[in-house]
Nanobody, 124 residues
Framework: QVQLVESGGGLVQAGGSLTLSCQVS????????MGWFRQAPGKERDFLAA????????YYSDSAKGRFTIFKDNSKNTVYLQINGLKPEDTAVYYC?????????????????WGQGTLLNVSS
């Protein structure tokens, strides 16, 4: 089975930049989309960005456009999420996910595999 492991979170200062990583393992990858989501305390899990594994098309939520960049390194089986201009409201648990197909990429319930999440705490 596919396994996803996020890393790169922690306690950081507002205004800086940070890159989160998602390592994919479990043999041959049969999913088409890799996505990043986040869930702030007391809030629903929100879609941030997605990327097609075998190519390079990317997709972003309105809230993620401008400050967030999703990219990947297929040779390392790793997907990244770069966040610029960190704000306190970015504080959340960030999740990496994978799904078959390229439709419904912004819907968490359509994803097949999830990582355990990495906590990002942005201080002011």
């Amino acid at each position: 089975q596919v396994q996803l492991v996020e890393s790169g979170g922690g306690l950081v200062q507002a205004g800086g930049s940070l890159t989160l990583s998602c390592q994919v393992s479990g043999g041959t990858f049969s999913h088409h989309i890799m996505g990043w989501f986040r869930q702030a305390p007391g809030k629903e899990r929100d879609f941030l960005a997605a990327i097609e594994w075998s190519a390079s098309p990317t997709y972003y939520s309105d809230s993620a456009k401008g400050r967030f960049t999703i990219f990947k390194d297929n040779s390392k089986n790793t997907v990244y999420l770069q966040i610029n201009g960190l704000k306190p409201e970015d504080t959340a648990v960030y999740y990496c996910a994978a799904k078959l197909g390229i439709t419904n990429y912004a819907s968490g319930r359509h994803y097949d595999f999830w990582g355990q999440g990495t906590l990002l705490n942005v201080s002011s």
